[in-house]
Structure formats: C-alpha cells, structure tokens
C-alpha cells in the first residue's frame, strides 16, 4: 500500500514560485507513476503533470508547459512539481497521485487509473 502526502503549497504573488513534494511511504514507490492534478470548486480534477515510474519520460497539460517541471528523487521517495511563473488561474488544490507504472500502458492525463492520492495541497496566486 502506498499512501501520499502534499506539502509546499501556499499563498504567492503572481510571477512567483513555489515547489510541491509529494512524499510517498510503502515499498515499490520507485516503480509506480506519479501524476500531479489540481481541482477548484465546483470543477472536475484537471491533469497537470505526470512523470513515468522510472523519470525517463514526463507528461504536461498545455497550461502549465514551459513553467511547471515534474521531477523525482526515487532515494526519497519524492516528487516534485515545481511551478514557476504562477498566475492566478494556477489557485487550486494540487494532489498528487500514484499508479503502477511497469505495466501502465494508459493515458497519464486520465485520473481513472491512479488509484492512491494523496490529502492535496492549497496553491493560491494573488494578482
């Protein structure tokens, strides 16, 4: 059983930055898919960034491409979503999710098949 924590998030200026961790505990964290999403009341969860199981390929929605970076530190047990250039539409609670990913042939973009997640984490941009 892996189980997920959030941290890092908070409240930041416009053009700033933040960095998110998500910490995983259990065994085989290594091996699973980690995908962070992001959800604001009264919306549907929206896929951010996803990063395969072993960090050789990494996966961006359109809005967040080019600021945002997935990263992870499989010593840890850690992954990172750092977010650089925040606007106000960033505002959201982040969670992260896991998958097992040595198999995982599907789409990373798709919250179905991410079956732990974590507490999420709250990411407000003032303008």
């Known amino acids: 059983q892996v189980q997920l924590v959030e941290s890092g998030g908070g409240l930041v200026q416009a053009g700033g930055s933040l960095r998110l961790s998500c910490a995983a505990s259990?065994?085989?964290?290594?091996?699973?898919?980690v995908g962070w999403f992001r959800q604001t009341p009264g919306k549907e969860r929206e896929f951010v960034a996803a990063?395969?199981?072993?960090?050789?390929?990494?996966y961006y929605a359109d809005s967040v491409k080019g600021r945002f970076t997935i990263s992870r530190d499989s010593a840890k047990n850690t992954v990172f979503l750092q977010m650089n250039s925040l606007k106000p539409e960033d505002t959201a609670v982040y969670y992260c999710?896991?998958?097992?990913?040595?198999?995982?042939?599907?789409?990373?973009?798709?919250?179905?098949?991410?079956?732990?997640w974590g507490q999420g984490t709250q990411v407000t941009v003032s303008s």
């Open positions: 999710a896991a998958t097992w990913g040595r198999s995982y042939s599907g789409t990373y973009s798709d919250p179905g098949p991410y079956d732990h």
């Open positions: 259990g065994r085989a964290f290594s091996s699973y898919a």
């Open positions: 990063i395969t199981w072993s960090g050789g390929s990494t």
